[in-house]
């Protein structure tokens, strides 16, 4: 992964791409449901086709009283859910698949976090199991395709095993391209196989459950479906949040991690001098910054690429953040207007024994088109324990190397409870570059200079 900035070997760009007109255009994609309304029935299809309707959306889902929206998951921020109850638990109709789809080429995606408990192995977690001429749908155990006749019998069943029930997020992909299947977990290639037989007529879709009380337990976020197979670096992109050379614009910030790395040392480590928020100073909101045991209270600390001693003979080196502080660090839109790409995110702590070194904070990201608006990008808790000193790294990567976020104009840290009540924080990376605008986008990119970004830049995630 890159570790270095390259800030200004692009800013050519700006000024290269006004010059012609052109317009982005939803080819292959068929639907697209974000899921991030937050209350109400309805889940709109952003790609112009049909509207999902919730069902039970009051009562029937993993949200505050059974309601099917969560608007705070610490990954994807506003979620649609459904509780697992095959009667009473929440799901969404979101139309059909023609018979020219199922029997064309066709990619589905979508992200989900299934949970371990009330869910069937057979439950409909995407697609359909009644009420057509045979199914294809995701399961909590398999991704399943049964044409016609009546979905069984056929040569041309298959069965492919897939969804963790991890009670963690993970984005997947079936890609049908003639007659053979390809399957992606996180954007990694699965299994594939091949297949004989079609569909005789038109199968309901369906997300998180189905009308025939197929339905598990879990989150659901971003559902999207194409009449063209797509290639594993096309998946990869949107599973990134991109959706731009189908039409949507840029993606949203939040996208799944992973697990983190953590590290723990008595010696030090070696930290970024040359990252995205070097040398930047924090606005600091909530508890302020109290310079304990001779520490620091000056935010500036924590990006001038330097851990200091290991031992804390110098604490000058050192912040010790309370209970309740944010840190805010506003990127450089004067020189790149567009935003960054963050593509990894450490921090460190270190402290003379193990009574202060925990790391525990919240890391949010705000978009070029709406800087007042934070969304969750991870949520960080790592304590080592029995070294004196005690030095611990958190490494924040996308699995597929890829951007956690995009657009990005500000990013802040949002310290919850700390260890003994605060603790000692010694450096803040924020890796990444410039984003690139898409080609497409040459003539828009006049209209979004001119207008504060407003327009091409506009989030996919609706507002109300």
């Given at each position: 992964m890159t570790r270095h900035f390259s800030r200004w070997t692009q800013l050519a760009l700006a000024s290269a791409v006004l010059v012609a007109a052109s317009s982005l255009s939803q080819a292959g994609l068929t639907g697209y449901w974000a899921l991030d309304e937050g209350s109400g029935v309805t889940a709109v299809n952003q790609a112009g086709g049909t509207n999902g309707t919730i069902a039970n959306d009051a009562t029937g889902g993993l949200g505050t009283g059974g309601n099917a929206w969560i608007t705070n998951d610490a990954f994807r921020g506003t979620v649609c859910s459904g509780n697992g109850n095959d009667t009473g638990g929440a799901y969404i109709s979101a139309g059909s698949m023609s018979q020219a789809e199922m029997n064309g080429d066709f990619t589905w995606a979508f992200w989900a976090n299934l949970?371990?408990?009330?869910?069937?192995?057979?439950?409909?977690?995407?697609?359909?199991?009644?009420?057509?001429?045979?199914?294809?749908?995701?399961?909590?155990?398999?991704?399943?395709?049964?044409?016609?006749?009546?979905?069984?019998?056929?040569?041309?069943?298959?069965?492919?095993?897939?969804?963790?029930?991890?009670?963690?997020?993970?984005?997947?992909?079936?890609v049908k391209s003639g007659s053979s299947f390809q399957y992606y977990i996180d954007g990694v290639a699965g299994a594939s196989t091949s297949f004989t037989g079609t569909f005789n007529g038109a199968i309901?879709?369906?997300?998180?459950?189905?009308?025939?009380?197929?339905?598990?337990?879990?989150?659901?976020?971003?559902?999207?479906?194409?009449?063209?197979?797509?290639?594993?670096?096309?998946?990869?992109?949107?599973?990134?949040?991109?959706?731009?050379?189908?039409?949507?614009?840029?993606?949203?910030?939040?996208?799944?991690?992973?697990?983190?790395?953590?590290?723990?040392?008595?010696?030090?480590?070696?930290?970024?001098?040359?990252?995205?928020?070097?040398?930047?100073?924090?606005?600091?909101?909530g508890t302020a910054l109290g310079g304990n045991e001779g520490t620091s209270s000056n935010p500036a600390v924590l990006t001038n690429g330097t851990f200091g001693p290991a031992d804390m003979s110098s604490p000058g080196e050192v912040v010790s953040i309370s209970n309740d502080t944010t840190l805010t660090y506003q990127l450089d839109l004067v020189a790149w207007p567009y935003g960054y790409d963050i593509t990894g995110i450490d921090s460190y702590s270190g402290w003379r024994d193990a009574g202060r070194d925990r790391q525990a904070f919240v890391v949010e990201v705000a978009l070029v088109d709406d800087l007042a608006t934070f969304l969750p990008l991870a949520d960080v808790v790592y304590n080592p324990s029995g070294l004196s000193p005690s030095d611990a790294a958190v490494f924040l990567t996308d699995p597929m190397g890829g951007a956690l976020a995009q657009h990005v104009g500000a990013i802040r840290f949002v310290f919850g409870a700390q260890e003994n009540g605060y603790a000692g924080y010694r450096e803040l990376d924020v890796f990444g570059d410039i984003t690139i605008v898409p080609e497409p986008a040459t003539l828009g990119l006049l209209a979004a200079a001119s207008c504060g970004l407003g327009g091409y830049l506009r989030r996919r995630r609706r507002t109300a």
């Open positions: 949970q371990g408990s009330g869910t069937g192995g057979n439950d409909v977690v995407l697609g359909n199991r009644f009420n057509g001429p045979g199914w294809s749908k995701f399961t909590p155990s398999n991704f399943e395709w049964r044409p016609s006749p009546s979905g069984g019998g056929s040569t041309g069943n298959v069965d492919i095993a897939d969804m963790p029930r991890d009670a963690g997020w993970h984005h997947y992909a079936i309901p879709f369906f997300i998180g459950g189905d009308s025939g009380g197929e339905r598990p337990a879990g989150r659901y976020s971003e559902v999207a479906t194409f009449n063209e197979a797509l290639t594993q670096t096309q998946v990869q992109t949107i599973r990134n949040g991109d959706f731009t050379e189908f039409g949507l614009g840029s993606g949203p910030a939040a996208v799944h991690l992973g697990a983190p790395t953590y590290q723990a040392s008595s010696t030090g480590f070696t930290v970024a001098n040359n990252d995205l928020i070097e040398g930047l100073s924090a606005t600091v909101t």
